[in-house]
Nanobody
């Protein structure tokens, strides 16, 4: 059984940093790309970042230069380091896995596995 469990969400002030974790079980990163998504109230879920074993990475324009995706294969965990946080980064953040390689154009429905989400709130 595949499980993705996010953690690390919190309330943080503008300009602060957070590191989100996505602990994966039942899959390996050689066969799956891992993506981070977010959904703010009243908005559609959007792609934030992804990576895959072929070395491909993707960052949404809104987070480029501020967010960094990384992985620890020994722990089967993917991280999203978020710096210089802004109020517009407030959302529930989800990690997800797809059999496709990382691409900013991979539709959400191609992600077969999803975590339950973790809340990030950036206060001004």
């Amino acid at each position: 059984e595949v499980q993705l469990v996010e953690s690390g969400g919190d309330l943080v002030q503008v300009g602060g940093s957070l590191r989100l974790s996505c602990a994966a079980s039942g899959l390996n990163f050689d066969d799956h790309a891992i993506g981070w998504f977010r959904q703010a109230p009243g908005k559609e879920r959007e792609a934030v970042s992804c990576f895959s074993s072929d070395g491909a990475t993707f960052y949404a324009d809104s987070v480029k230069g501020r967010f960094t995706i990384s992985s620890d294969n020994a722990k089967n965990t993917v991280y999203l380091q978020m710096n210089s946080l802004k109020p517009e980064d407030t959302a529930i953040y989800y990690c997800a896995a797809t059999f496709y390689f990382c691409s900013g154009s991979t539709p959400l429905y191609e992600y077969a596995y999803w975590g339950q989400g973790t809340q990030v709130t950036v206060s001004s």
